[in-house]
């Protein structure tokens, strides 16, 4: 699943368990702080790494989203990504099929 359509599926599921209103088109976090702030009082924790050392063509991106721990147990998410939208957007389903659904 691409980006863009990742995005629009976060949005979609914070919005199916009135969490937010995050509109398709999101960027940054801003947007769906309400669900990674839902996932840390629920025990996880969720980790966004920005790492200036990553900027080759054969790196994986220089973001790294994590959520671990708490409700999830081995069941944990790890992406290293291009852009930080693509890690959350990916965390977000994630998540919320392990535990939201």
Request: proline share 4%.
């Amino acid at each position: 699943m691409d980006t863009e359509a990742a995005k629009v599926k976060a949005a979609q599921i914070l919005a199916d368990l009135g969490m937010a209103s995050v509109p398709g088109d999101w960027r940054g976090c801003d947007a769906i702080w309400p669900a990674l702030e839902e996932m840390a009082n629920e025990g996880s924790t969720v980790l966004v790494k920005i790492d200036g050392e990553r900027v080759g063509e054969d790196d994986n991106g220089r973001y790294t989203v994590v959520v671990s721990g708490g409700p999830l147990g081995e069941n944990y998410f790890h992406m290293d990504a291009t852009t930080l939208e693509e890690g959350l957007a990916k965390a977000i389903p994630h998540f919320a099929q392990a535990r939201w659904k």
